[in-house]
């Protein structure tokens, strides 16, 4: 509808706000409307209303990502507000036990991703160790983004994945500007960080690799964070 558009576009200029309380009236009157839904639980998580998300999940879990039709064959954005929730909360160990049962079902190719999430929470309880052997998990899918299995770069894709831009920015910053997938996170995290000395940071990461501007996008960010990265890295 033409309202919840109005919803998205207060969403895509930071309006967030707004946007809740567009997509919210969208909800109450449509609460099958998964765009609403997402529109919803995209500005709350700008807003740091974390426990307001888990109760949004819960209210609409017929929305939710972990009901998505093609769960059973994998999903690389399965349950991401309630990760991206317990991580933000301090609740690694609901976050352990969410991400433990989503891989009893889910497509192997898959896995890896969710085992970033559940890495982050390990090394948050100061399980490094434990951490370690998750991350590494994640190699062959680096191989297959054609860049290398830098684990600082591992380690910051993961941060990345729930939102913990300065983390993901100790690590990142650790790795080569010289590769596109590399540089691509980097320009994710500091673009979210929103501060004034990101335009710098940014324009210094892109100076470093140009094919980031040939490819158009993200191959990561975009798909996390939307259409805003994509016009940032043109």
């Not at 576009?9 to 609403?36: F, Q, W």
């Not at 890896?112 to 100061?126: D, I, M, N, R, S």
């Not at 892109?206 to 259409?227: F, R, V």
Request: proline fraction near 1%; glycine fraction near 4%.
């Amino acid at each position: 509808s033409s309202y919840l558009q109005q919803g998205n576009a207060y969403l895509k200029n930071k309006d967030y706000d707004t946007a809740l309380e567009i997509c919210s009236n969208v909800l109450d009157e449509n609460s099958d409307n998964r765009s609403a839904y997402i529109c919803k639980i995209t500005a709350l998580i700008n807003l740091d209303k974390y426990d307001e998300v888990l109760k949004q999940t819960k209210h609409y879990s017929h929305l939710s990502s972990e009901s998505y039709p093609n769960i059973q064959t994998g999903n690389l954005l399965l349950g991401w507000e309630k990760l991206i929730a317990y991580y933000q909360l301090g609740k690694t160990e609901q976050l352990i036990e969410t991400v433990d049962v989503y891989l009893t079902f889910t497509d192997e190719k898959i896995k890896p991703f969710l085992y970033l999430y559940k890495a982050v929470a390990l090394e948050q309880q100061g399980k490094g160790e434990l951490a370690d052997i998750l991350f590494k998990q994640f190699i062959p899918v680096m191989y297959y983004l054609q860049t290398d299995s830098d684990m600082n770069a591992i380690r910051g894709l993961g941060y990345l994945s729930v939102n913990d831009y300065q983390n993901a920015i100790k690590y990142l910053e650790k790795t080569s500007d010289e590769n596109k997938v590399i540089s691509y996170m980097k320009v994710a995290a500091y673009y979210e960080l929103e501060n004034r000395s990101t335009e710098k940071q940014i324009t210094k990461i892109i100076s470093n690799n140009s094919s980031i501007k040939e490819d158009g996008g993200c191959l990561i960010a975009t798909a996390t964070y939307g259409s805003e990265m994509s016009t940032e890295v043109q």
